[in-house]
């Protein structure tokens, strides 16, 4: 599974929308965005 550039951009842009919303949720945003990214190089590095 590849993430493109282009759905990445998508959802950078997407945190940064919810952030200026609601700025106390960044630390949840950046854990999970964090976590997800992990998991998929440890399933890539498989």
Excluded: D, R
């Excluded at 949840?28 to 965005?33: A, E």
Aim: hydrophobic residues 65%; neutral net charge; glycine residues 10%.
């Amino acid at each position: 599974m590849v993430i493109s550039e282009l759905m990445l951009g998508v959802i950078t842009v997407a945190f940064g929308v919810v952030i200026m919303i609601f700025p106390k949720i960044i630390n949840y945003l950046i854990g999970i965005y964090l976590i997800i990214i992990g998991a998929l190089s440890i399933i890539q590095g498989l």
